[in-house]
C-alpha cells in the first residue's frame, strides 16, 4: 500500500501509465462506472477548497464509489484539538482512500504514516499539491500532444505557488525540457528549486521579468496569481500587477499552437476575453483534473488491495537532533510527533526536515 | 440545452406536464429509481438554506443520481474571489446540473450563461424562486384538485417575498384566478408585480390590512414571514405583527375546503396548534417540492441528451449604455461581466437589467 | 416505529441482538451491500462532530444507502429560527431515518416525537449519546470474549461525560459487574446516576482519585477527558491533571488481558505511546462503532417498515405545572413546546423534565 505526498513520489514511468489510464477514461467512461463499488472516498479539508475538492468527489463518483468527509476545519474534530494522526487512523475505519488538504506543511505525510489506507496529498501549504500536476501534465499531452521538447513558461509567484514546484520537478524528468521563468525579483524561483532540480538535472532555464518578451517562444505558459500581501512595498506590486495580467494583446504575440494552463481559481491575472481563444486550456485542465484523480485512485485502490500493508520508510539515516523552523510545519502542533531531518545533499551539507522538506 | 432561472422559463403547459410528472413519481416512486444513475447534481449553495438544498438533494437521490456542491460561501472558491461564470465553467466538469443559491440577484442567470449543464436557480436575494412555486403549484393541485377558479389570498410580506412573486406571476396564467392581497402598508406589493403583471393581464385583485376579514372567501391561504428589519418604525411592527400570526381562531372564519401554504421555515408567524388542522398544507407542501425537483431535474437532463447546446439568447435589442443600481445585482461584482439592459414595455418606456430585472 | 434516544429505549436482549448482528456484518460484510438500497440516512448535526458524524455516514454507505444533511448549525435553518420539531418534520419527506446531534438536551427527544421516521439520538449535551454505548459494548465484548463478570474502571470527567452515565446504565444491566469510579472531586458521578442506577440495582462500586492505584484490577480502563473549565480552581487542575494522564508506566501496572477504551477524540489523555499496546482498543472501538450503528440503522428501519405508526407516549402520569430550570434544556427556546414532568420515583418524590430528566 501506498500514498501519494509529493509527485516525485511517482515515477515518470507511472505518471505515463496514469495518463494512458486517463486517456481510456475519457475514451470509455462507462467501463468505469463499478471500478470503485462498494469503495468509499474519505475527503479530508482542513481548509477549504471547492474546485479541488469537488473534482475529487466528482472523480470518486464516476468511478461508482461514494464519498464522506468535510470541507473546512470547523466541521472536523480538529477544532477539538484531535490530532491529524488520529483523524487519519479513525478514517482509516470508515473509509478506503482519503485525500487530505491542509494549511500545514507535511500534515498529509503524516496522515500517511498512522492510515492503514493510501493517502492522497490534496494540497498542504505552499509545499505540494500532486494532483494538480497531473492535471497539468495531462493537459500539456491532450493539448499538445507530447511532453518532451517543450520550452514552458511559468509567470507569476514562482516563489510560494506549489503548483509551480511541483509541475517543475515533475517536467524536468521529461525529455528535452526548458523552462523560462517569468517573475518579479520579489517572487523569483526558491533556491530548493533552482539547485535541487533545475541545477542538480542540467535543465535550461532562463529568467525573465516581462511576460510579452517570453510570450513568442512559449509552448505551454502557466499563468499563476500575484498576491499583494506577497510584496513587502505596495507601490512595487501596484507597478508590475499589470505585466502579469494575460489579455487578448499579449495573446497575439504567441505561437499559434501553444497552450495557457492555470491551477485556478483566478481572480483577474487571466482576462475573461480570453476564455474565448482556442489555446485558453484552463477549463480543460480542470476536467482533466478529474480524470488523472480517478485514475490516481483506481491505481492506489488496486495497489492496496494487492498489498494491504503500509510502506515502511527507510529509518536508518533519520536524524533526531534538530528542530523544524517552519512555522507553518505540521511538526510544530502534531501531538507528541518526534523532529526528524534526513540529509538530502551530503556534497552540501543540506539538511531537511521529513515533514515539511524545509532546510534545517 | 435549457435552464430555468424564472418560473415564467416554464410555459403553463409544460408546468402542468411536470405536476403530471411529479403525480406518476409519488404513484410508482420505483419507476424513478434509476432514471440519473451515473448523473451528478451540483448544490452550489452561496448561502445556507437547508430545506431548499436537501430537497434537492433527496429528489436527485432518489432518482439514483448523485450530489456533490457546497451548502455555504465560506467552504467554496468563492471565498477566494473566484466569479461565478467561472465557477460554473468547472462545475460543468465535475457534475451533469447545477441548482444555485445565490444571495445576489441574478448570479444563477451569469451561470446559466456560462455552464455547459442546466442550471436550476434555487433563490437569488429576492428576484426568484421557481421550483417553491413549483412546490406551491403541485400541492394547491393535490390539496384541491384544480388549479383554476380559485382565491388566493397571500398574507405577509408580499414587497419583498420572492415566492409571492413567482406564485403570481405562474397563477396568472391559469384560469379564473383572484388575488386577496393582505399585508401593511409598508410591505404591499411592488410595483413590477402589480403592473407587469396583475393590470397587464387583467388579473382580479383586492388589498386588504386585515387577514380575519380576508379568511371566509379563500381557497388557498399563502403565509409568509413578516421581519421586524422591514419596518422604518419598530412600533408599527408592535402594533401589526399580532395580526398576521395565523392561529386556530382564524382558521375558524376559513372555508372548510381550503388549504394553508408556507414557503417554510416558519419561525412563528403559523401557530403550531394549526399544524394539527387538515387545511394545514404546508408540510405536504416540503414534499411535494421533492417531487417537483425530481420532475424537473428530469426534464432538464432529457432536453440536455437531446440538444446539448446552450440556448442562445437574443442579443438584438440589448441596451448597453445603462448601470444597474440595484446594490444586491451580480453585475455589481462578477468580473468583466458587462451591464445589459432591455426594454421590457416601450409604451411606458421601462427598462430592465437582464441579470435581477431591476428597473433602470 | 421507534427511535432511539437512550441506551435504555433498548433492552439488555435487544442490545445482544445488535452486537449478534454487528458481527455478522464484520464476518460477511457484501451480505449488508444492499439492505438499505433506495434508502436515505439525514445527518442532523448542530454542533460539529467529525468522528460521530462520519462514522453513521459510513455505516449507511455501507447498507447501500445514502446520506444527506448538515454537519454545523449555521448551514441549517437552525440559523433562521426554524424549530427542531418542523426540522424533523421536514427532514421526515426527504430521508428515511435521521441521526441527530445537539447541543441541547431533548432535542432528539423532540425530534423523535415530531418526525414520522425513525430518530437515532448521535448526542445531546451532556445527556445521552447510545450509539457510543453500543460501540464500547460491541468492543468488550470483541476485546474480552464477554460481556459480564467484569471490574470496570470510568476514569476522568465522570460528572459530565454523558458516555459515561450511559455505559454504567448499559452495563448495569449485565450480570456481575463492577465499577471503579476514577475522579477528582469535582467530577465525580452525578446522583442521578448514583441513585437511579448503582444504588438501586445494588451495582458494586469503588470511588477512588487515583489511576494508578485502580489499574491492577481492572478489566476494562474507560478513559475521559479532564477539561480545564471544569474546574474552579485552576490550580487544582493543574495539581490533578496528569494525575489522570495514561502513559506506559501506568499501562505496566494493568492486567495482562485488559483493555482500554476511549470514546474519543482525545486530546493528551493518553500518551501516543500507548498507541502500540495490545490492549489499546480505542482505535478498534471507533471501527466497532460503526458496525453498531449499520445493525441499529437496519434494525430501526426493519421495525419501522413492519409498522410505520410511531409509537405514542403514555401520556396519564404527565405533569404539567413545573417549569425545567436546565439552560441547556430544549424546553428553554423550542416553539410552543409545552413543559412536561413525570415522577420517577414516588418513594423519593422525585420528578424529572421528560426532556433533558433534570430533576425538578
Known amino acids: 500500500m501506498r500514498s501519494v505526498i509529493s509527485i ?7 505518471i505515463n501509465q496514469l495518463i494512458a489510464t486517463a486517456k481510456d477514461i475519457i475514451a470509455h467512461p462507462e467501463n468505469y462506472w463499478d471500478k470503485c463499488a462498494h469503495k468509499k472516498l474519505a475527503t479530508l479539508f482542513y481548509e477549504p477548497s471547492t474546485r479541488t475538492r469537488l473534482s475529487f468527489e466528482a472523480a470518486m463518483l464516476e468511478l461508482g464509489g461514494s464519498v464522506l468527509g468535510f470541507s473546512e476545519a470547523s466541521s472536523s474534530s480538529a477544532s477539538k484539538g484531535e490530532s491529524v494522526a488520529d483523524t487519519s ?7 478506503d482512500i482519503i485525500a487530505m488538504r491542509h494549511p500545514q506543511e507535511g500534515a498529509p505525510y503524516v496522515a500517511s504514516r498512522n492510515a492503514t489506507i493510501p493517502v492522497i496529498n490534496a494540497g498542504d501549504g505552499s509545499h505540494n499539491h500532486p494532483t494538480q500536476t497531473l492535471a497539468d501534465m495531462l493537459t500539456i499531452s491532450r493539448e499538445l500532444g507530447r511532453l518532451e521538447n517543450l520550452t514552458i513558461g ?3 509567484d514562482l516563489k510560494y505557488g506549489r503548483t509551480v514546484h511541483s509541475l517543475i520537478e515533475a517536467m524536468s524528468r521529461c525529455g528535452n525540457i526548458r523552462f523560462v521563468l517569468i517573475a518579479p525579483k520579489e517572487l523569483k524561483i526558491p533556491s530548493f528549486i533552482r539547485y535541487n532540480v533545475l541545477e542538480k538535472y542540467h535543465i535550461p532555464y532562463t529568467e525573465v521579468e516581462s511576460l510579452e518578451e517570453a510570450m513568442p517562444q512559449l509552448d505551454v505558459l502557466y499563468m499563476t496569481r500575484i498576491q499583494r500581501e506577497r510584496f513587502d512595498d505596495p507601490w512595487e506590486y ?3 500587477k499589470d505585466t502579469y495580467i494575460l489579455d487578448t494583446k499579449k495573446m497575439e504575440l504567441a505561437k499559434e499552437r501553444m497552450c495557457v494552463l492555470h ?9 475573461v476575453q480570453v476564455d474565448a481563444d482556442p489555446r485558453a486550456a484552463y477549463f480543460r485542465q480542470a476536467l482533466n483534473g478529474k480524470y488523472m484523480r480517478m485514475a490516481l485512485i483506481l491505481k492506489l485502490l488496486e495497489e492496496a488491495k494487492a498489498n494491504p500493508i503500509r510502506e515502511e520508510i527507510d529509518t536508518t539515516d533519520l536524524e533526531y ?3 523544524c523552523t517552519n512555522p507553518k510545519c505540521i511538526s510544530r502542533t502534531e501531538q507528541e510527533l518526534p523532529q526528524l531531518f534526513r540529509c538530502t545533499d551530503k556534497a552540501a551539507d543540506i539538511h531537511r526536515c521529513i515533514y515539511c522538506e524545509q532546510r534545517a
Chains 1, 2, 3 share one sequence.
Not at 516525485?8 to 507511472?14: H, K, N
Not at 487512523?89 to 473509509?95: D, E, G, P, Q, T
Open 8 to 14: 516525485l513520489d511517482l515515477s515518470a514511468e507511472e
Open 89 to 95: 487512523k479513525i478514517l482509516s475505519c470508515y473509509a
Open 154 to 156: 511559468l509567470c507569476g
Open 238 to 240: 501596484e507597478r508590475l
Open 263 to 271: 491551477p485556478l481559481p483566478r481572480v483577474n491575472e487571466i482576462s
Open 321 to 323: 537532533d534538530r528542530v
